[in-house]
């Protein structure tokens, strides 16, 4: 892979994060939950095939439907690799702490 490959490659990568990050918040504006990217996109050791991986915290239970809306949302993108998004309050508090560690939070 040549150095603009990899330049592609990582620009492709920092659009699909942006893109991803647009429509959860769009999704969710009006609600009051955390967003964090987690996993190796976070760990900045992510490769072109790697999955995205998106924790919502709710600070407040969200209404039945939302993240369904969301995940349908973000199945219909252009988004050209998986998206794992989950619900942190349905979590083994280990699991959270963990992905909290290496977060980076998408939100205010």
């Known amino acids: 892979m040549s150095l603009s490959d ?5 620009d492709t990568s920092s659009a699909n994060l942006a893109l991803v990050r ?3 918040l769009d999704k969710l504006k009006g609600y009051s939950v ?3 990217l987690f996993g190796s996109h976070a760990r900045k050791n992510a490769r072109p095939t790697s999955d995205i991986d998106v924790g919502i915290l709710p600070k407040e239970p969200l209404p039945i439907g939302v993240l369904a809306e ?3 949302a973000l199945f219909e993108s252009t988004i050209p690799v998986n998206i794992d998004l989950v619900n942190l309050s349905q979590t083994d508090e280990i699991f959270k702490q963990h992905i909290l560690q ?4 998408w939100n205010d």
Request: hydrophobic share 45%.
């Open 70 to 72: 969301v995940r349908e």
């Open 34 to 36: 955390q967003v964090y």
């Open 22 to 24: 647009q429509i959860i």
């Open 102 to 105: 290496e977060a980076i939070v």
């Open 6 to 10: 990899s330049q592609s490659t990582a």
